[in-house]
């Protein structure tokens, strides 16, 4: 009796705690996701930030991840290549290191790739909905926050900016990010007009496959498991 009782107080807090507003810039991780078009399954993708490989969940056709940002963190980065499409430069190591760490990484000349720069800025109020506002004697003090997304091209020897979320995905297949709140980063959409769903599959299993070769060079992450209106969220972070 003790022992469920207990439970459910444990449940109750983790479902408060996860429903209670924290801006975007105090969030203690941001989920990601990558979107298919509907009935289109994914044999999923390597996520990788930090020097960290990020657990993935597929299901049906999304690809979901979560990154844990630094303290105040507003601007980040997402690149979309395939798995061959990068090269890692590595610091020297000393005579007491037995761990290779990344000084770098870049694109390889000629390899396609999508590069996007997020930004979470305070979200712009309309002279309408200001009149509104005020003729309604409304005080509004909650700070609403946005994205600001850019598309990028690489620059100073194709050097892939630090702290970027790197996705092992061909870029042909990706239309764009879709902002859905602040509380989650940009969607990753999946064009709908694939004409052939097994050449998709078959660059997925591809980068899969590749990214092997990375995973030793990457830390793995530990994983914790929160309870989200009876969903699995899977929260990878460093440490």
């Known amino acids: ?13 983790i479902l408060t705690s996860l429903t209670t507003f924290t801006s975007p810039n105090k969030l203690p991780v ?22 960290t ?16 940002p630094n303290r105040g963190q507003k601007v980040f980065y997402i690149l979309i290549a395939q798995a061959d499409a990068l090269s890692y430069s590595f610091k020297h190591k000393d005579k007491y290191s037995t761990t290779q760490t990344i000084q770098y990484r870049s694109v390889l000349n000629g390899k396609a790739y999508k590069l996007f720069r997020m930004r979470i800025i305070p979200k712009e109020t ?9 003729d309604a004697q ?17 620059r100073e020897y194709d050097i892939i900016p630090d702290n970027t979320i790197v996705i092992h995905y061909n870029p042909i297949y990706v239309q764009g990010l879709k902002n859905e709140g602040p509380h ?4 990753i959409i999946i064009k709908n007009n ?3 769903i097994d050449a998709l599959y078959e660059q997925e299993i591809i980068n899969l ?21 009876a969903c699995k969220q899977v929260i990878d972070f460093i440490g």
């Open 30 to 51: 941001m989920e990601g996701t990558i979107r298919l078009p509907v009935g289109v399954s994914t044999h999923g993708a390597n996520v990788y930030h930090g020097g």
């Open 138 to 154: 409304i005080k509004n003090t909650k700070e609403e926050y946005d994205w600001y997304i850019e598309e990028l091209r690489l």
């Open 209 to 229: 496959l590749a990214s092997l070769d990375t995973d030793t060079i990457h830390a793995p992450t530990k994983r914790k498991i929160n309870i989200n209106n």
């Open 126 to 134: 309309s002279i309408k909905e200001t009149l509104i506002a005020l």
């Open 1 to 13: 009796m003790t022992t469920n009782l207990c439970f459910s107080l444990l449940v109750s807090i």
């Open 194 to 196: 694939i004409e052939d």
């Open 184 to 187: 989650k980063l940009p969607v």
């Open 53 to 68: 490989k990020i657990r993935v969940i597929t299901e049906d056709n999304q690809i979901a991840f979560s990154i844990k």
